[in-house]
């Protein structure tokens, strides 16, 4: 049996209309979460999505001796106490890549960590060096057994200097959250500038930290002592990737579309580029407001680090490039494997041409129809919605529990709540009917 959904696509008729609320940042909160393990009491953390991804992070904290109260949806207290497991559960941590930046806090506070490889995933191969290298810098030694690693750093972290040769959010954030407790200066060059870096240096310097630069390519932390919870709150920022999801969405087939609660600002690039396609789009402090034109006019997009276009927005750029008079480039820059679900919309009647693993050229506008199709990852499973709202006929998309669950809270309701005819259902893969 497979988590579905079954949506009934608007043939390219303009009928979404009304407001979508934009939840906490799926990126944010996981490593507000993570962070915990810094503080010697109890952490209150806000706005936190009710996603698997999150629940999954709890559970890892949970798993290793925390004691973590949901008190009312969105609203969690964690207490890290000092005698806690330093191996990340392998059963969990192996399916949630983000698991990863638990390693830095908990090798600082207790002088050891182990997990296991996160694996590679559809995306791409997702390495550990720069992991590796800079546990090493700060004094840990580093063992690889079978598929697992072993950190240790008797006597705690030191501060160490290191430049990144590939600009890492999760690298950047795991590294500043080790600095907190080692002893000495940490300096990170070629630091990624995510809004979520600077987000969490705000909330820990709140209570304690000496983080300075988050945002900038270079982040200084002076060590410390464990930080603390009283008096404070983290409360997570809105999800700019889901946010500008549904602002492509809305480009597509909105006659008007209020996105509330979200931060216009983390969105200046595909604001422009959209902007750029033809389409209306309005900011407030806290919305947006977007139409879609009845004509898309193509654009060339390359993925970049902040604050650059997003690749996580990619695949639902790309759905909306086939609906764009003429020729349109994409440009991957970061992950290998993050266009091999192009060849799902080609089967639905877009014209996509591979030129290399980074590369594809979309022709349109073209005519998407329905078909079954099989969620890859959480992003692509999302711009698979996307396909299906704008296609005629109906689509069921397989694997939205281990995919688009991950990432988008109650997507569905909120969807059907904007006009969108979509019904969540349990089907046998082979039940699905294969639209030729
Ligand atoms: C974060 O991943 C996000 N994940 C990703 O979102 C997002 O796509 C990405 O930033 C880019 O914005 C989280 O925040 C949990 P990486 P990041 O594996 O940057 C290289 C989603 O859908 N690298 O570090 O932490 C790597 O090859 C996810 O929400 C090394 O070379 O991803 C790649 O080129 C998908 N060595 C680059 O860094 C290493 O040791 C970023 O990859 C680690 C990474």
Do not use: W
């Not at 988590?3 to 944010?28: D, Q, Y």
């Not at 060590?223 to 602002?247: C, M, N, V």
């Not at 004509?295 to 604050?307: A, F, G, N, S």
Request: aromatic residues 6%; proline residues 4%.
């Amino acid at each position: 049996m497979s988590n579905t959904f079954v949506i009934k696509g608007f043939g390219g008729e303009h009928n979404l209309r009304g407001t979508v609320r934009v939840t906490g940042a799926k990126n944010a909160a996981l490593k507000a979460i993570a962070a915990t393990v810094l503080f010697r009491d109890v952490v209150t953390l806000a706005n936190i999505p009710e996603i698997s991804d999150t629940l999954r992070m709890f559970d890892l904290l949970k798993d290793m001796g925390a004691d973590v109260v949901n008190t009312k949806n969105g609203i969690y207290t964690v207490l890290v106490p000092h005698s806690f497991a330093t191996e990340l559960t392998p059963g969990i941590a192996k399916r949630m890549r983000a698991s990863i930046v638990l390693t830095g806090p908990i090798l600082a506070r207790y002088g050891k960590v182990s997990f296991p490889h996160p694996g590679g995933c559809v995306i791409g191969a997702r390495p550990l060096d720069l992991f590796v290298d800079g546990f090493e810098k700060m004094g840990a030694r580093v063992t690889i057994k079978d598929d697992s690693y072993v950190v240790e750093a008797k006597g705690g972290l030191r501060g160490a200097e290191f430049f990144l040769k590939n600009q890492s959010v999760t690298v950047t954030e795991t590294f500043m959250m080790a600095g907190v407790l080692a002893k000495g200066t940490t300096t990170i060059k070629n630091a990624a500038m995510e809004p979520e870096i600077a987000d969490l240096a705000h909330f820990l310097n709140k209570c304690g930290a000496k983080i300075s630069g988050a945002g900038t390519s270079t982040v200084t932390i002076k060590g410390g002592k464990l930080l603390t919870g009283k008096g404070h709150r983290y409360k997570t920022i809105p999800d700019r990737i889901e946010a500008g999801s549904f602002l492509i969405l809305g480009a597509l087939a909105a006659r008007e579309l209020h996105i509330t609660n979200c931060d216009p600002l983390h969105l200046e690039s595909p604001i422009e580029i959209l902007r750029s396609a033809g389409v209306t789009i309005e900011t407030k402090k806290t919305e947006m407001i977007v139409r879609a034109p009845s004509r898309l006019l193509p654009v060339d997009i390359k993925t970049h680090e902040y604050p650059g276009f997003p690749t996580d927005l990619q695949a639902p750029m790309t759905v909306l490039l086939t609906q764009a008079d003429g020729e349109s480039t994409v440009f991957e820059t970061i992950f290998e494997g993050r266009l091999n679900y192009t060849e799902a919309l080609s089967a639905m009647g877009a014209s996509i041409t591979m030129m290399d693993p980074h590369r594809a050229l979309v022709r349109g506008k073209s005519k998407l129809h329905g078909r079954k199709l099989m969620s890859p990852d959480l992003r692509a499973g999302l711009a698979f919605v996307i396909a299906a709202i704008v296609a005629k006929g109906e689509s069921v998309i397989h694997n939205v529990d281990t995919t688009i669950d991950r990432g988008y809270e109650d997507v569905e309701h909120r969807l059907r709540a904007i006009g969108v005819d979509i019904e969540r259902a349990q089907m046998m893969l082979e039940e699905s009917p294969e639209n030729k």
